[in-house]
């Protein structure tokens, strides 16, 4: 898509862009903001190479897409910008600076929210590589657009009008169970921290809220229960759907380069960090979320 401020390059995937002519540390205006948002409700998910961002340049281009949250769980987030969240595997003073586990399954941010968020900008500072130079750590991202459209017409059906129950505790407590047996150390929830983030009810296929498309909208990370249908066959539906989803024909592969800032739409993808890396290799990412619209 050729631009006056920019251009589009398409991978061979139903999904994603990379928008290259960009210096994202100055001001975006109004115009190339639109043709931006564009592209990131064709694509889904938009990257931006070779950028230097502050922590503070970060959040301000995240807020053209809306308002930025504070992560729930503000264990890893900068003192000096609480609104980026640091997804790292370097310990310093024997405790992780980022979280390291960070989607390890397939998931969609902040699902178990009342209000769910628009989108995630990831920003790449510090890339693991192997033996040859190559990159570690790659993200995978599916198109749940694509994949509902190609969904067998009796599961539409069936599917259609079920919702899901979204629950935090269960898999944050899965993650610090297998951390402790690998010696490591994370943070316990805290009951004020569980209050806040009580179990949530959304649809099974979500309508897109800009586009209007049809999204498949579960996973195993936070989904506990389908309601409206006995609790194993719940489960079992749910299960399907995410394996007929995460279908490779359906998914795109980021190879991370430091310097890359990464968005995807968290109704329209879910996606899943490839853990093929291990300290001495390091790797040091922010994260940024925009508030969404209620489901």
């Known amino acids: 898509m050729p631009s006056t401020q920019f251009q589009v390059r398409y991978p061979d995937s139903p999904l994603g862009a990379e928008i290259s002519g960009l210096d994202l540390s100055k001001d975006v205006d109004a115009a190339t903001f639109r043709e931006i948002e564009k592209v990131f409700h ?62 390890r399954v397939w998931h969609t941010d902040s699902s178990y ?10 920003y790449a500072i510090e890339v693991p590589q192997d033996d040859q130079g190559g990159p570690l750590g790659d993200t995978c991202f ?28 269960q898999q944050y407590e899965r993650r610090l169970a297998k951390i402790k047996a690998q010696g490591g150390v ?60 995460t279908q490779p024909r359906y998914v795109y592969r980021h190879q991370w380069r430091a310097g890359d800032l990464l968005m995807w739409d968290n109704c329209a993808t879910q996606h899943l960090a490839i853990n093929d890396y291990a300290l001495p290799q390091r790797r040091l990412m922010y994260r940024t979320t925009v508030k969404g619209t209620a489901v």
């Open 113 to 122: 929210m009342q209000v769910p968020s628009r989108g995630s900008l990831l």
């Open 186 to 245: 994370r943070e316990e929830l805290t009951t004020d921290l569980k209050a806040k983030v009580p179990d949530v009810v959304h649809p099974v296929i979500r309508t897109h809220p800009v586009t209007g498309r049809k999204c498949v909208y579960v996973s195993v990370s936070f989904v506990i229960k389908v309601l409206g249908i006995d609790e194993e066959e719940g489960l079992k539906l749910r299960d399907y759907l995410i394996e007929h989803s």
């Open 42 to 103: 064709e694509r889904s998910v938009i990257w931006f190479r070779d950028q230097k961002l502050t922590p503070e340049q970060h959040v301000k281009f995240s807020r053209h897409f809306g308002d930025v949250e504070v992560p729930t769980n503000r264990q890893y987030s900068l003192a000096s910008c609480p609104e980026v969240y640091v997804v790292s595997n370097i310990v310093e003073n024997g405790r992780n600076i980022g979280n390291a586990d960070a989607g």
């Open 142 to 169: 599916a198109s749940m657009t694509a994949a509902y459209d190609d969904l067998p017409d009796d599961v539409k059906k069936r599917a259609e009008g079920l919702r899901g129950v979204h629950n935090y505790t």
